[in-house]
C-alpha cells in the first residue's frame, strides 16, 4: 500500500502512524461463540449479575459521601430491613415504573381489530414513579429530592441502573430520598504500552498543548456513512470524504491535514438502510441461484470506498450499527471482513457494537447509538451528551437493557458494565454532533491531573450532515470538518415528475 501522498512541494508528504490494538481484555465479552450462543437463558441473570458487580462500588462511594452525615446512618444489607423513621442508606437496581412504557402483556390483550398505537418518542410523563429492588424487595422512593434528580435537566433516572439512596421510611411504607450516590465516575484505562506492567491505570501523562500542529496525530470518526444510498448527495460527499482523505482534493494545507490522520473509524450504519421495493412483493423463489433477494449495490460501494481509502495506507476501523446486517441485539458481532473482499483488505479491522480499541497510547470506546437512543426515551431531557455523560458515572452503558433494549441473555455476565473509563468516548448516529471533556479538572470531578479526562464525541449522519469528527490523539482536542454538495438538480426533476 502507498505511504506517501504527492503533492507539488519538494518531498512526498508521508501518512502519520499510531499503534492499534483491540484490547481483547475488554472488548472479549462483547464476543459471542455461534458454537455455545443459547437463547434459553432468563433475563433476571443479567440484573442480579449487574447488582452484585456494582453494588461493591456504589456502597464505597456512598461511604465516602456520607461518612460525615450527622448520626452516622448505617447500610442496610437488604432493602426490606429498612425501618421507619431510622436515617439509613439502601442500594439496589432501579425500576421506573412509567404509564407510558409499552407493555407485552398489554399488546397481547388487546383487540386485535384495533391498531396499535404510534410509537412514542418518550416514555417520560408526570405519572412516572422510582423504585429500588433487590433480592429481597422493591420500595417506592419519594420526596423532592427524587422528583428533582428525575426532572432536572443533565439528570434523570432510567431502569436497570444501581443507586444508593439516603433517608428513611414513611408511615406509608414508602422511603423519603434525602440524597442520592451513584458509582461515579472509574479510573481511565490507558494501554499496557503507555502503562505500568500489570495494570490498566497509565503513568499519568500530561496533555501537551503547545504541541506544534506538524506534530499532532489525528483519527477521523465518522457514523452514518450509508454507502450505497439512492439520494445522489450522499454518495457525493462519501466520494469527497474518501478523496480528501487520500490527499487528492484541496490545497496544500488540506493535504498536510489529511496526512496527520492516522487512522479512520466508522461508527455504525456504514451501509444504508434496506428500501422496499416493487419487486419486494414479488414471492421470494429461495431455489433460484442467478437471481439475488437483496441488492449488493450498497456492499460494493462500500467496498470500493474502503479499498480507496486502506490503499492510501490510511487504516479502518468498522463498527456496525442500527442499519447494518449484524443483529438486531447487541452486542452487534462484527461484519464479515469477506463482504468487501476478505484477506485483500489489510488495514481493515471489523469490530462488536459497542467496541473497545487502542489507537496509539489513548483508549476508544464506541457505540452504535442504540444504548443513548433508548435512555433518551426514559428521561425529559434532550442533551444527548448528557445522557452519555451520565452512563460514565453510572459506570453502565445500556442500563435500560433487557427492559427495552435488545440484548443477548447472558447467563453469568453483563459486559456492558464499564470498570475503566476510555479516554475516547465515541457514540455514532445521534442528531447532531455534541462534545464535551468530562473528568479531572474538566468539570470538577475526582482529580484535577489530565489522566482523568474522557473524550465524549457525539457524530451525527454524515449523509445528512457531511460532518467528519477529529480526534488528537496527543490532546483530545476535537475539531470538525464538514463536506457539502450543492442541491442535485436531476433529483428535482424526478421528484416533480
Given at each position: 500500500?502507498?505511504?506517501?501522498?504527492?503533492?507539488?512541494?519538494?518531498?512526498?508528504?508521508?501518512?502519520?502512524?499510531?499503534?492499534?490494538?483491540?484490547?481483547?481484555?475488554?472488548?472479549?465479552?462483547?464476543?459471542?461463540?455461534?458454537?455455545?450462543?443459547?437463547?434459553?437463558?432468563?433475563?433476571?441473570?443479567?440484573?442480579?449479575?449487574?447488582?452484585?458487580?456494582?453494588?461493591?462500588?456504589?456502597?464505597?462511594?456512598?461511604?465516602?459521601?456520607?461518612k460525615d452525615v450527622r448520626g452516622q446512618p448505617p447500610?442496610?444489607?437488604?432493602?426490606?430491613?429498612?425501618?421507619?423513621?431510622?436515617?439509613?442508606?439502601?442500594?439496589?437496581?432501579?425500576?421506573?415504573?412509567?404509564?407510558?412504557?409499552?407493555?407485552?402483556?398489554?399488546?397481547?390483550?388487546?383487540?386485535?381489530?384495533?391498531?396499535?398505537?404510534?410509537?412514542?418518542?418518550?416514555?417520560?410523563?408526570?405519572?412516572?414513579?422510582?423504585?429500588?429492588?433487590?433480592?429481597?424487595?422493591?420500595?417506592?422512593?419519594?420526596?423532592?429530592?427524587?422528583?428533582?434528580?428525575?426532572?432536572?435537566?443533565?439528570?434523570?433516572?432510567?431502569?436497570?441502573?444501581?443507586?444508593?439512596?439516603?433517608?428513611?421510611?414513611?408511615g406509608a411504607g414508602d422511603f423519603e430520598v434525602i440524597?442520592?450516590?451513584?458509582?461515579?465516575?472509574?479510573?481511565?484505562?490507558?494501554?499496557?504500552?503507555?502503562?505500568?506492567?500489570g495494570n490498566g491505570k497509565g503513568k499519568g501523562r500530561?496533555?501537551?498543548?503547545?504541541?506544534?500542529?506538524?506534530?499532532?496525530?489525528?483519527?477521523?470518526?465518522?457514523?452514518?456513512?450509508?454507502?450505497?444510498?439512492?439520494?445522489?448527495?450522499?454518495?457525493?460527499?462519501?466520494?469527497?470524504?474518501?478523496?480528501?482523505?487520500?490527499?487528492?482534493?484541496?490545497?496544500?494545507?488540506?493535504?498536510?491535514?489529511?496526512?496527520?490522520?492516522?487512522?479512520?473509524?466508522?461508527?455504525?450504519?456504514?451501509?444504508?438502510?434496506?428500501?422496499?421495493?416493487?419487486?419486494?412483493?414479488?414471492?421470494?423463489?429461495?431455489?433460484?441461484?442467478?437471481?439475488?433477494?437483496?441488492?449488493?449495490?450498497?456492499?460494493?460501494?462500500?467496498?470500493?470506498?474502503?479499498?480507496?481509502?486502506?490503499?492510501?495506507?490510511?487504516?479502518?476501523?468498522?463498527?456496525?450499527?442500527?442499519?447494518?446486517?449484524?443483529?438486531?441485539?447487541?452486542?452487534?458481532?462484527?461484519?464479515?471482513?469477506?463482504?468487501?473482499?476478505?484477506?485483500?483488505?489489510?488495514?481493515?479491522?471489523?469490530?462488536?457494537?459497542?467496541?473497545?480499541?487502542?489507537?496509539?497510547?489513548?483508549?476508544?470506546?464506541?457505540?452504535?447509538?442504540?444504548?443513548?437512543?433508548?435512555?433518551?426515551?426514559?428521561?425529559?431531557?434532550?442533551?444527548?451528551?448528557?445522557?452519555?455523560?451520565?452512563?460514565?458515572?453510572?459506570?453502565?452503558?445500556?442500563?435500560?437493557?433487557?427492559?427495552?433494549?435488545?440484548?443477548?441473555?447472558?447467563?453469568?455476565?453483563?459486559?456492558?458494565?464499564?470498570?475503566?473509563?476510555?479516554?475516547?468516548?465515541?457514540?455514532?448516529?445521534?442528531?447532531?454532533?455534541?462534545?464535551?471533556?468530562?473528568?479531572?479538572?474538566?468539570?470538577?470531578?475526582?482529580?484535577?491531573?489530565?489522566?482523568?479526562?474522557?473524550?465524549?464525541?457525539?457524530?451525527?449522519?454524515?449523509?445528512?450532515?457531511?460532518?467528519?469528527?477529529?480526534?488528537?490523539?496527543?490532546?483530545?482536542?476535537?475539531?470538525?470538518?464538514?463536506?457539502?454538495?450543492?442541491?442535485?438538480?436531476?433529483?428535482?426533476?424526478?421528484?416533480?415528475?
Amino acid at each position: 500500500m502507498a505511504s506517501e501522498i504527492a503533492y507539488s512541494g519538494e518531498a512526498p508528504l508521508r501518512r502519520a502512524t499510531a499503534d492499534y490494538t483491540s484490547l481483547p481484555e475488554l472488548s472479549a465479552p462483547f464476543l459471542l461463540d455461534p458454537a455455545t450462543r443459547s437463547y434459553k437463558h432468563q433475563y433476571s441473570n443479567i440484573y442480579f449479575v449487574r447488582l452484585v458487580e456494582l453494588r461493591p462500588v456504589v456502597e464505597a462511594n456512598a461511604a465516602r459521601k456520607w461518612k460525615d452525615v450527622r448520626g452516622q446512618p448505617p447500610l442496610l444489607p437488604r432493602i426490606l430491613n429498612v425501618q421507619r423513621s431510622q436515617l439509613c442508606y439502601i442500594v439496589g437496581t432501579v425500576y421506573m415504573e412509567m404509564p407510558l412504557k409499552p407493555n407485552v402483556l398489554e399488546d397481547m390483550a388487546r383487540d386485535h381489530w384495533i391498531a396499535p398505537p404510534a410509537p412514542r418518542p418518550k416514555f417520560f410523563s408526570a405519572q412516572d414513579a422510582v423504585h429500588l429492588e433487590d433480592e429481597s424487595g422493591r420500595v417506592r422512593l419519594v420526596g423532592d429530592v427524587i422528583r428533582r434528580e428525575r426532572d432536572r435537566e443533565g439528570g434523570g433516572l432510567v431502569t436497570g441502573v444501581i443507586m444508593a439512596a439516603l433517608g428513611l421510611e414513611t408511615g406509608a411504607g414508602d422511603f423519603e430520598v434525602i440524597d442520592l450516590c451513584f458509582a461515579g465516575l472509574s479510573d481511565v484505562y490507558h494501554p499496557q504500552s503507555s502503562a505500568e506492567p500489570g495494570n490498566g491505570k497509565g503513568k499519568g501523562r500530561d496533555m501537551d498543548m503547545d504541541l506544534k500542529e506538524e506534530d499532532k496525530t489525528w483519527v477521523a470518526l465518522v457514523s452514518g456513512l450509508s454507502a450505497g444510498s439512492n439520494d445522489t448527495p450522499a454518495d457525493m460527499k462519501s466520494q469527497l470524504l474518501v478523496e480528501w482523505l487520500m490527499g487528492e482534493s484541496g490545497g496544500l494545507q488540506e493535504k498536510v491535514d489529511a496526512s496527520r490522520i492516522a487512522r479512520l473509524i466508522l461508527a455504525g450504519n456504514s451501509l444504508t438502510a434496506p428500501v422496499k421495493g416493487l419487486d419486494d412483493r414479488k414471492p421470494k423463489r429461495f431455489t433460484n441461484p442467478t437471481k439475488p433477494l437483496f441488492q449488493s449495490h450498497p456492499t460494493s460501494t462500500l467496498s470500493n470506498l474502503l479499498a480507496d481509502v486502506l490503499g492510501a495506507s490510511l487504516p479502518v476501523t468498522l463498527v456496525p450499527g442500527p442499519h447494518d446486517p449484524a443483529g438486531a441485539t447487541l452486542p452487534q458481532q462484527p461484519l464479515p471482513k469477506i463482504m468487501f473482499g476478505g484477506s485483500k483488505m489489510r488495514g481493515l479491522e471489523c469490530g462488536t457494537n459497542p467496541l473497545w480499541t487502542s489507537v496509539g497510547d489513548r483508549s476508544f470506546f464506541m457505540s452504535g447509538g442504540q444504548t443513548i437512543d433508548d435512555i433518551f426515551k426514559y428521561l425529559p431531557s434532550t442533551s444527548r451528551l448528557a445522557m452519555a455523560r451520565r452512563t460514565l458515572e453510572w459506570q453502565h452503558i445500556a442500563p435500560t437493557a433487557p427492559d427495552t433494549l435488545w440484548i443477548y441473555p447472558f447467563s453469568d455476565a453483563d459486559p456492558f458494565v464499564i470498570r475503566h473509563r476510555p479516554d475516547v468516548y465515541v457514540v455514532g448516529n445521534q442528531p447532531e454532533f455534541e462534545t464535551a471533556l468530562v473528568g479531572g479538572d474538566a468539570d470538577g470531578q475526582r482529580g484535577d491531573t489530565h489522566t482523568d479526562k474522557t473524550r465524549i464525541v457525539m457524530l451525527p449522519s454524515f449523509a445528512e450532515t457531511g460532518l467528519v469528527a477529529l480526534v488528537c490523539l496527543e490532546t483530545l482536542e476535537c475539531r470538525t470538518i464538514n463536506f457539502e454538495v450543492p442541491a442535485w438538480i436531476g433529483d428535482e426533476d424526478v421528484k416533480m415528475e
